[in-house]
């Protein structure tokens, strides 16, 4: 088999797939740890903070020439990912034309790992929105307020996300998403790996729960950053 045709395989696609996930995954890592340099703000920590550590971070992740290749390189894992992922779920609902004799329900598979693609959907259409959000006026507008720490001038990104969860119906989409990421994850995380060969009865077991705990430990982060600032934790 030529490597065109192993690409255009289901087997490559699920592979590719399986690459381009766990791509996301060590993006989804680093997203989660700067964005969670926020709480730096709260009373136990330093209420003084007001987004430094936070504003310090992004200014850094956007200033840095490696950190935009590698961006380049995010967005077209991402777009690869979803091209595979709608390729992938097309070609699954034509084989199931006749359904089966027997509806096994979560007998045969989780609910969440049937609805890979209804759970994709809903990620995309938040990343829509969160990029409008942040990414586009960041990379693409000068409406972000500037500040300046040790003669360093950079987008007060701490004060756009105030902005941004002030508003209910922003905070309840993006609580939402994370619901979505969190089951996405809770399949996709262990398919990734067991895509790539890491398959065995001696990880199994750790696979599994490192691959539960990060599907609950990420979106719960996520979700607790407009809920923290909505309900006026973080100030």
């Not at 009373?43 to 200033?63: C, L, Q, R, W, Y």
């Not at 989780?110 to 829509?128: A, D, E």
Request: glycine letters at 8%; hydrophobic letters at 55%.
């Amino acid at each position: 088999m030529q490597w065109s045709e192993f690409f255009t395989s289901s087997v490559g696609k699920k592979f590719v797939m399986g690459l381009t996930g766990l791509f996301l995954i060590s993006f989804l890592i680093v997203h989660v740890g700067i964005n969670a340099c926020i709480f730096a703000d709260l009373p136990i920590f330093n209420d003084k903070d007001d987004g430094e550590m936070f504003n310090k971070a992004a200014h850094f992740m956007g200033s840095t020439v490696l950190i935009r290749i590698l961006e380049i390189g995010l967005f077209l894992g991402l777009l690869l990912h979803i091209i595979q992922g709608y390729l992938l779920e097309l070609k699954n609902r034509a084989t199931r034309k006749v359904g089966y004799e027997v509806n096994l329900g979560n007998r045969g598979s989780k609910w969440y790992s049937r609805s890979m693609g209804l759970l994709g959907t809903l990620i995309l259409f938040f990343l829509v929105i969160h990029l409008a959000h942040f990414w586009v006026k960041a990379r693409f507008t000068d409406s972000l307020v500037p500040v300046t720490y040790n003669g360093v001038e950079m987008h007060d990104m701490f004060m756009e996300m105030q902005m941004v969860f002030s508003q209910a119906w922003v905070v309840i989409v993006y609580v939402l998403a994370c619901f979505s990421l969190a089951y996405h994850l809770a399949h996709g995380f262990q398919s990734a790996f067991r895509t790539i060969g890491v398959h065995n009865k001696k990880y199994n077991a750790l696979l599994t729960s490192l691959g539960y705990g990060f599907a609950i430990l990420v979106p719960l982060v996520f979700a607790l950053m407009p809920v923290a600032m909505y309900l006026g934790w973080i100030k």
